[in-house]
């Protein structure tokens, strides 16, 4: 079975980092498709950033400059690294793997945002 897991949420003040990651299994990694996504409160799902299998990346307006994605198949994973944090990036963070009509999401990891 296809599992993607995150990891790596928290409370953290504004201006502060954090890294998230994201594993999975049940599958090669290599050839997935991997997108970070974040659901604030009150508001839809929006994707901030994807990579895919060739490593190829891009990124929202919204998180450009503050945020960086990259994978490590070796270790199953993809990261977000988050610096520069606002109140606004308070919202839970999926990732999401997609392959061909496949596509899998985690469960979420919570990110706050508070002074």
């Known amino acids: 079975q296809v599992r993607f897991v995150e990891s790596g949420g928290g409370l953290v003040q504004p201006g502060g980092s954090l890294r998230l990651s994201c594993v999975g299994s049940?599958?090669?990694?290599?050839?997935?498709?991997m997108a970070w996504y974040r659901q604030a409160p009150g508001k839809e799902r929006e994707m901030i950033g994807e990579i895919n299998s060739g490593g190829g990346i891009t990124y929202s307006n919204s998180v450009k400059g503050r945020f960086t994605i990259s994978r490590d198949n070796a270790k199953n994973s993809v990261f977000l690294q988050m610096n520069n944090l606002q109140p606004d990036d308070t919202a839970v963070y999926f990732c999401h793997g997609s392959r061909g009509s496949s596509n899998y999401w985690g469960q979420g990891t919570r990110v706050t945002v508070s002074s």
């Open positions: 049940g599958t090669f990694f290599n050839v997935w498709h």
